[in-house]
């Protein structure tokens, strides 16, 4: 099986510069060999490229908040990498939880959280299946449509 690094070249992806924290927190915390980051919003060039709610007439579509939280999977993964050498270091994801703004009635949370578990398993393979929650809530930080928290196993 390939490296993380080789599946990223051949997916034609590269891993965003990271954002530095706005407010009292760290983008990224090691303990031992767990790696828990702050929450990543789609951030493409400092900017939120997915803002608004989800669902309804109104708001995002379901495909809009799953290129949303694939973005924020894939700025999660460079919050990572930096923090630990190298996307390589990066040995199993645990954990992901999807906050998905989203307007009165939508309830495909789960689907929109699909977006950032395929793109995981794209450059984690095997690694890179988790365990999951995805959640509606009202609003989400700079009006972002959706959030998404990691947490990584880290090679010692």
Known sequence: MSKPSERLRELG????PVTKPVGAY???LRHGDV????GQIPLREGNVAYAGKVGG???RTLEDAQAAA????????G???DAVGGIDRLTRVLKVVVYVASNAG???QHKVANGASDLLAEVFGEAGKHARAAVGVAE???NSSVEVDVTFAVSS
């Open 13 to 16: 992806l590269t891993l965003p």
């Open 26 to 28: 760290v983008p990224a």
């Open 35 to 38: 790696l828990f980051l702050s």
């Open 57 to 59: 007439s109104t708001g």
């Open 70 to 77: 694939r973005l924020c999977a894939l700025n999660a993964v």
């Open 79 to 81: 919050v990572a990498a």
């Open 106 to 108: 939508f309830t495909d």
């Open 140 to 142: 989400l930080p700079l």
